[in-house]
């Protein structure tokens, strides 16, 4: 495991470091594999439930809650209280939105049908919000340690704005298969 990590660390392409490559190829795999079990219709799903449970905890009033001492947030909440609140409302709105006017608003009944590349390209742009999201959360102590193409991709105003418009005009965008047949 030392040798992995001496490589990662020694290991350069240009600006980026063996660490920035690695956490790219798993950023890659995780899209595949995760587009391929979930499926369309439940990727919107976590989509729309990502965008709802951003919009809540960006919008608590932390300084309201700082009040309360038994929850031991003197100086605001952690980056982890932040993150593990996030994914808990997106795994709530999960199961809640399926069995809401939602579905029917957004035609989402079953897994949906979409080609692979559909599914990729989903996958991509939705594990790209939630990267952002998770990233944005972090202490600036944290973010410093991240590597430039990392800071690049997900950190910064530019960032954040890329990465909330791009699902949505992705799903916007894309079209079910029987729709694409009959044109």
Same mark, same amino acid.
């Given at each position: 495991m030392l040798a992995v990590r001496d490589f990662l660390t020694n290991f350069h392409i240009g600006a980026a470091s063996g660490w920035d490559i690695f956490i790219v190829l798993i950023f890659l795999i995780a899209v595949m594999v995760y587009g391929l079990f979930v499926g369309r219709n439940r990727m919107v799903i976590i989509s729309i439930s990502s965008y709802f449970s951003f919009l809540i905890v960006q919008n608590i009033p932390w300084w309201k809650l700082n009040s309360f001492g038994w929850l031991g947030m003197k100086n605001g909440p952690s980056a982890s209280l932040k993150i593990i609140l996030f994914l808990s409302i997106i795994v709530l709105f999960y199961f809640l939105i399926p069995r809401s006017i939602l579905t029917s608003v957004f035609r989402l009944k079953k897994r949906g049908t979409a080609s692979w590349w559909q599914l990729f390209l989903l996958s991509i742009v939705q594990v790209g919000l939630l990267a952002m999201v998770i990233l944005s959360f972090l202490p600036n102590e944290a *973010? /410093?340690?991240?590597?430039? &193409?990392?800071?690049? #991709? %997900? &950190?910064? @105003?530019?960032?954040? %704005?890329?990465? &909330?418009? #791009? @699902? *949505? /005009?992705?799903? *916007?965008l894309m079209r079910n298969k029987r729709n694409k047949n009959k044109d």
């Open positions: *973010i /410093l340690n991240l590597g430039s &193409i990392i800071k690049r #991709l %997900f &950190i910064g @105003p530019e960032a954040q %704005f890329v990465w &909330i418009t #791009l @699902p *949505i /005009l992705t799903m *916007i």
